[in-house]
């Protein structure tokens, strides 16, 4: 790809709007003037300037497209500002932040060093994770090769109509309608070996997913095999009320909430109460939507 002028020198503010034009044209698809300038708060005629130096700076990586009012991705596009690897962009979406900004050691902003646990990366390429995205914000249905750890096989195509991308905290999934099984369920993207964007339209959307619209309670308390010492410090560390642990969550995240927390789900609290601090006090409940989490 042809770079007309090199990036060093650029101003930090504007090299952020043009990590957001290339982050946003290469995985949603398409970049408009409007979402510049929403994302930054900017003018709409200030917008249009962004996009038009970008498109100097990178000129075959966007193509206008009359009929989105927009740019979409060329195929030769390649990344000039930011690095689109997945691991990166996932969080910055999760955390619905304009641009990948610098990492810790570049940048403390309150002079307290951090640290993540190292856990191995569970993503497929970029390619991959931009059609699953694109599919989403562009609200059509996704062509897959998948790989399932059920008994279904271990590689199928099927078609799905992805709505939202998850985050467990311990790997990535997709949520969508699966017209193989004319349900609701979960993908996993690392189980994703190939993905295209197909241009029919979705017939389904979010508010037939019943599971993931309907909130349910999910009620905890400290394991009954700890001393009072420690539940009381649990019961502390929750700011239970009445001894109730107590939060709203989608019917379709219960089973990873409880696998985040590692709470023993069994029926006797048989676990170690060192590991698995909590139980569920409602399992009558919300068993239905997790039952994969039940032991």
Known sequence: MAVDQSVNGIKRATQQRLQYIELMAYYTGVVTRSDVAKAFGISDAAATKDLKFYSQIAPDN???KHNVFGFVPSNRFAEVFTDLEPQYVLPLISANLPFIGETVEQNRLYGVSTEQLPLPQRLPGKKIVAQVIRAIKQKTKLSLVYSSLSNRGSSESRIIEPHSLVNTGLRWHVRAYSEDTYDFRDFVLSRVQQAQQLSEKAESNPEYDDD?????????????????????????????????????????????????????????????????????MNRDEIEPFAGWAFL
């Open 212 to 280: 993931w619209m309907e909130p349910i309670n999910l009620q905890l308390t400290p394991h009954p095999n700890l001393s009072e010492d420690k539940r009381q410090i649990l019961m502390t560390d929750y700011a239970a009320k009445n001894d109730v642990i107590e939060f709203t969550v989608r019917r379709a995240l219960l089973a990873y909430v409880l696998q985040r927390m590692s709470v023993d789900t069994t029926k006797d609290h048989s676990l170690n109460p060192n590991a698995f601090q909590l139980i569920v």
């Open 62 to 64: 966007l193509i206008y």
